[in-house]
């Protein structure tokens, strides 16, 4: 069992980074890898090195934390995640997560290869998370509360950030991007959805669906930090197309859609930083 709490992993990271403190963490998703090395004055340190933090075994995830500047504005990437169908403990998601916030993250953007459930929604897509419906049928705050983190029952209203959401929009706008926004659904996997549970899904109110994010979300809101949540559609979901869905063509897909979505987030994390730091000053007078 893994025991090792983030104040280990948090402490081994401080050492390394030395002054260099971030705001803003930033999770890549399935064949997202690239913007990780868009990163200024990197530093790298493998998921192994650090305490607590998992090695992901997934193929399009790698395991490093990077600590750079991206358009001046420092952050915490984790470059790879781990999920639940790996069978792993929830230390495994949550861990990573609560560190990224011990190291002084406020706020948290997370990104993911999504299947659509809208016809108007397509392959190569970016779609911003509004809201989740967990069909994973776990949570990894299961078990006793880190009261230090948050409560026994958190909220989960308002879980994805509409200032921040605002803010994605109108950047996706001014760089010609097309985004919409929808419900994610997220299932346990590994396998693909059948036909059947796709049609479900529609009446349940999905509008995209994926394997990852909602239980990452939960930690990290549980922690209290803002979340931005950006889906890019790799595939419509089954039984909406003839395509016959593998993990090569997820990938591929993410990773053409993955100049966008780089594009986006660069523009975009000086204004949530910015937003973030007028809330704090807010708060001080
Ligand atoms: N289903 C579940 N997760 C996914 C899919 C899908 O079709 N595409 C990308 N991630």
Same mark, same amino acid.
């Given at each position: 069992?893994?025991? %090792?709490?983030?104040?280990?992993?948090?402490?081994?990271?401080?050492?390394? &980074?030395?002054?260099?403190?971030?705001?803003?963490?930033?999770?890549?998703?399935?064949?997202?890898?690239?913007?990780?090395?868009?990163?200024?004055?990197?530093?790298?340190?493998?998921?192994?090195?650090?305490?607590?933090?998992?090695?992901?075994?997934?193929?399009?995830?790698?395991?490093?934390?990077?600590?750079?500047?991206?358009?001046?504005?420092?952050?915490?990437?984790?470059?790879?995640?781990?999920?639940?169908?790996?069978?792993?403990?929830?230390?495994?998601?949550?861990?990573?997560?609560? %560190?990224?916030?011990?190291?002084? +993250?406020?706020?948290?953007?997370?990104?993911? /290869?999504? /299947?659509?459930?809208?016809?108007?929604?397509?392959?190569? *897509?970016?779609?911003?998370?509004?809201?989740?419906? *967990?069909?994973?049928?776990? *949570?990894?705050?299961?078990?006793?509360?880190?009261?230090?983190?948050?409560?026994?029952?958190?909220?989960?209203?308002?879980?994805?950030?509409?200032?921040?959401?605002?803010?994605?929009?109108?950047?996706?706008?001014?760089?010609?991007?097309?985004?919409?926004?929808?419900?994610?659904?997220?299932?346990?996997?590994?396998?693909?959805? %059948?036909?059947?549970?796709?049609?479900?899904?529609?009446?349940?109110? &999905?509008?995209?669906?994926?394997?990852?994010?909602?239980?990452?979300?939960?930690?990290?809101?549980? +922690?209290?930090?803002?979340?931005?949540?950006?889906?890019?559609? %790799?595939?419509?979901?089954?039984?909406?197309?003839?395509?016959?869905?593998?993990?090569?063509?997820?990938?591929?897909?993410?990773?053409?859609?993955?100049?966008?979505?780089?594009?986006?987030?660069?523009?975009?994390?000086?204004?949530?930083?910015?937003?973030?730091?007028?809330?704090?000053?807010?708060?001080?007078?």
């Amino acid at each position: 069992m893994n025991i %090792t709490s983030p104040h280990q992993a948090a402490e081994l990271i401080k050492k390394r &980074a030395g002054k260099f403190s971030p705001q803003l963490a930033l999770v890549l998703g399935s064949g997202l890898n690239k913007l990780a090395d868009m990163l200024n004055n990197p530093i790298v340190i493998p998921y192994s090195e650090i305490p607590g933090f998992s090695d992901t075994s997934v193929a399009g995830h790698q395991g490093n934390l990077i600590l750079g500047l991206l358009n001046g504005v420092p952050i915490a990437c984790l470059q790879g995640r781990s999920h639940s169908y790996e069978g792993k403990n929830s230390a495994a998601i949550s861990t990573p997560i609560r %560190t990224l916030k011990l190291l002084g +993250c406020e706020s948290i953007i997370l990104t993911n /290869a999504a /299947a659509s459930l809208r016809k108007e929604v397509t392959p190569g *897509n970016l779609v911003l998370i509004s809201d989740h419906i *967990n069909f994973q049928f776990q *949570n990894p705050l299961v078990g006793a509360n880190d009261d230090s983190f948050g409560p026994r029952f958190p909220s989960l209203q308002n879980a994805y950030d509409s200032e921040f959401m605002e803010i994605a929009s109108q950047t996706a706008s001014e760089l010609n991007i097309n985004i919409s926004t929808g419900v994610y659904l997220a299932t346990l996997g590994p396998c693909y959805e %059948t036909p059947a549970e796709i049609r479900a899904f529609k009446i349940m109110g &999905a509008d995209m669906v994926g394997m990852s994010t909602v239980p990452e979300v939960i930690i990290a809101r549980h +922690c209290n930090m803002k979340v931005l949540a950006i889906s890019t559609i %790799t595939n419509m979901a089954v039984g909406m197309s003839d395509e016959f869905l593998t993990h090569e063509n997820v990938l591929r897909v993410a990773k053409m859609a993955a100049e966008d979505l780089s594009q986006l987030i660069i523009a975009l994390i000086n204004k949530i930083t910015v937003s973030n730091r007028q809330v704090d000053s807010d708060v001080c007078t």
